[in-house]
């Protein structure tokens, strides 16, 4: 069956470092990826898309890049701040079909 | 703009109630309508997604139903919950567009005891 995994349960990282995320997706090749934000008891916030034939997209701190060799998508968060502090969801699909959710990443940044 | 609302909140329900959660979208029309689960541990899992009025596919066979009565509103319901269905739900809406991202409300602590 088609899968995304997030394979870190959580990350912590020190206050102005770079974070990184990793989703891989198995079993399908996913048109476009896209990169949620989930606050603890709230809904997850939609961040970023990328779609298979970009490289790379930013967005202010925000950075993701899609290697469809490796078949994975990297998630940066340049100068990480206490507020960044939340868990990321990867999520991707083909087509019209529903999207795909990795189970997400749980980041702390420490001050 | 468009704001989706989701109700309500939290809920405690003993095994074998049954149950409702509404879910209602502003500001667009046709939307694309989804509900999910979400499960410590497990990510998020589509139970239901719907294009249209009346359309619904179902993802996981369960003891859920839903049911989409006007454009913008989408309900989703159990006859008589079981322990297995306490989660955490959210409803989603995007509009058709090829790659839209979702948009979800903040979703429904449901807790069966």
């Known amino acids: 069956s088609q899968k995304i995994e997030q394979n870190s349960e959580a990350l912590n990282i020190q206050e102005g470092k770079t974070a990184t995320l990793t989703c891989n997706y198995t079993?399908?090749?996913?048109?476009?990826l896209q990169w949620y934000r989930q606050d603890p008891g709230r809904g997850p916030v939609f961040l970023l898309l990328?779609?298979?034939?970009?490289k790379e997209k930013r967005k202010e701190r925000l950075k993701v890049t899609f290697d469809t060799t490796l078949k994975q998508s990297l998630f940066h968060i340049t100068a990480s701040q206490p507020a960044d502090s939340a868990t990321y969801l990867c999520?991707?699909?083909?087509?019209?079909?529903?999207?795909?959710f990795g189970k997400g990443t749980r980041l702390s940044v420490i001050a | 703009s468009q704001t989706i609302h989701q109700w309500p909140a939290t809920l405690v329900q003993p095994v074998g109630s049954p149950l409702s959660l509404e879910c209602t979208v502003e500001?667009?029309?046709?939307?694309?309508l989804y509900w999910y689960r979400q499960a410590a541990g497990r990510g998020l899992q589509l139970l239901f997604y719907?294009?249209?009025?009346?359309?619904i596919s179902s993802e996981v066979p369960q003891n859920l139903s839903a049911s989409r009565p006007q454009d913008r509103q989408f309900i989703l319901s159990s006859k008589k919950l079981l322990l297995s269905d306490s989660g955490f739900y959210l409803c989603?809406?995007?509009?058709?567009?090829?790659?839209?991202?979702?948009?979800f409300g903040n979703g429904t602590r449901l807790t069966v005891t």
């Open positions: 990328i779609r298979e034939n970009e």
């Open positions: 079993n399908y090749s996913p048109a476009y």
């Open positions: 999520a991707g699909n083909s087509g019209n079909t529903p999207l795909v």
């Open positions: 989603a809406w995007r509009d058709g567009i090829y790659n839209s991202p979702l948009h």
């Open positions: 719907s294009v249209g009025i009346g359309q």
């Open positions: 500001g667009t029309s046709n939307p694309n």
